[in-house]
């Protein structure tokens, strides 16, 4: 029996590293997924290989319509919510804060903060309503960032906007506490992901050194595994780890204790 039996989870973000690692950690303990993001044959193919019910809609989270279209989605395929994990983000280039293109600056607000904004909007009137109703709770987990709790030199804008997602998380927790939602963000460093994969293209040396000069900050001078966060999704989402709400939970080698 799994952790997540009969739940229904969305993802946005799905197709990614760690959307689609969380998609298979989810499935893989009974849920019943409703997956995003903004590549729909990568989308597509992702349902095709997981081994629970799934429903799919591609969109953009900048665009407040898919919010509450995946919404309707899950009430329409699995008649509830349970679950939302708000992971679809992008990152701005590696730049001093003048060099950001204006407009590189303005979409990375629109994605990684007010995506967030827009799919807690249309989640958590669902999941206080089923609360109502049937006295079960729901959870939802916001993907931050180490960024978000610190500055980040040469990611001002993602930092901005993944300080804001914090931010939500926390007063949003404080309103619905007493209606059964918990709110909580999980907020990685550097992470084996397509991004990371990107910055060591972007700068030119071997990969070794190019990890070497991204985690020099790191007390475990390594980058995150994506499995290691995704356990962080599955334990703050987990409806056994009922009273943490409002929590900014670090999965960062030890950045935040310095």
């Known amino acids: 029996m799994g952790r997540f039996d009969g739940a229904t989870v969305l993802i946005t973000g799905a197709a990614g590293g760690l959307g689609s690692s969380a998609a298979k950690g989810f499935a893989s303990e009974g849920a019943r997924l409703v997956l995003s993001d903004i590549d729909e044959k990568a989308l597509a193919d992702l349902a095709g290989m997981l081994p629970s019910e799934t429903a799919i809609l591609a969109g953009n989270v900048a665009d407040e319509k898919?919010?509450?279209?995946?919404?309707?989605l899950a009430i329409e395929k699995f008649g509830r919510l349970d679950i939302a994990v708000n992971n679809a983000g992008i990152v701005q280039s590696f730049v001093r804060l003048p060099q950001v293109p204006s407009d590189e600056a303005r979409r990375v607000l629109e994605i990684d903060l007010l995506g967030v904004f827009y799919a807690m909007k249309h989640q958590i009137p669902q999941m206080e309503r089923q609360f109502k109703t049937s006295g079960k709770g729901g959870a939802i987990v916001n993907i931050a960032s180490a960024a978000g709790l610190?500055?980040?030199?040469?990611?001002?804008?993602?930092?901005?906007?993944?300080?804001?997602v914090v931010g939500l998380t926390r007063s949003a927790a404080v309103e619905y506490a007493s209606k059964g939602l918990r709110i909580n963000a999980i907020c990685p460093a550097h992470t084996r992901t397509a991004m990371v994969d990107s910055f060591v293209r972007v700068s030119g040396a071997p990969e070794a050194e190019a990890l070497a000069e991204l985690t020099r900050g790191v007390p475990m001078r390594r980058v995150a595994e994506v499995e290691e966060v995704v356990t962080a999704i599955l334990f703050a989402a987990d409806p056994a780890n009922s009273f943490m709400t409002g929590h900014a939970l670090a999965v960062d080698g030890g950045v935040g204790a310095i």
Not at 66 to 72: E, H, I
Not at 151 to 163: D, I, R, T
């Open 150 to 164: 610190s500055g980040a030199p040469k990611l001002s804008v993602y930092a901005a906007a993944k300080h804001g």
């Open 66 to 72: 898919l919010s509450g279209d995946l919404v309707g």
